[in-house]
């Protein structure tokens, strides 16, 4: 199997466009029917484009895992001043987009923990994608913990696949947490706080992995209280 990786921009053209939500595409990219991206569930690639007369570039993670062939995989949300997420959700299938890497990041690889905890808000969940499907896919015994907050119940990325998991997988375990609630919701309402944490990620006497992404505010704020619990600051990841 070729492995595929970059030090500098190369064109990959979009094999698949398909919804996720209602502001959120995932794009695959085509590849060598033998190849595969090179890189660790977790790291990431530099998208690059000419903008408004300008060099851009964004990290974008894959959310395909390193063992997909053919293509690889970003799940990407369009932001309304978001001058990357709105240039990549203009772009058809057929078009090429310039990617760099993959580029070492918060990444996982087996036997870094028996258990993880994962705390994500919004398209913070793009770094995880990729560690539970590899997880789940190899089928590591490695016990996993999401906690997803977002806005509204329409909000949540690949909802269904964390739930189907979640029913499969006895290793996996998720809760959606929504600040705007629907009728019968029965999940939990607002932020994710300390009593939510400590109620459902592994606790720190076991040594897990806990990884953290979402808005500025909210990584700052949390990576305060995950501490504050007792857990260990150099297996804190914040991709």
Known sequence: MAEVRSSEPVAFRIAEIAPVTHDTKSFKFRLEEDAALDFLPG???????????????RPYTPASTPDDTGFFELIIKRYPDGLMSNYIHNKKV??????????????????????????????????????????????????MTLLF??????????????????????????????????PGWTGPAGFIDTDLIKQHLPAPDLKPLIYLCGPPM??????EKILALGYDKNRLIIP
């Open 43 to 57: 790291d990431h690639l530099m998208m690059h484009a000419d903008l408004n007369g300008r060099p851009e570039y």
């Open 149 to 182: 907050a977002n806005k509204t119940e329409q909000d949540i990325i690949l909802r269904q696949e964390f739930e189907s998991y979640g029913v499969r997988h006895k290793n996996f375990k998720y809760v959606f947490a929504l600040d705007e609630l629907p």
């Open 218 to 223: 909210m990584e700052y704020k949390l990576r």
């Open 94 to 143: 057929g078009d090429e987009v310039l990617l760099e890497g993959a580029i070492p990041g918060g990444h996982f690889e087996f036997g870094m923990a028996d258990s993880i905890g994962m705390v994500a808000g919004g398209a913070g969940i793009t770094p995880m994608i990729s560690i539970i499907r590899t997880i789940i896919r190899r089928g590591y015994d490695v016990e």
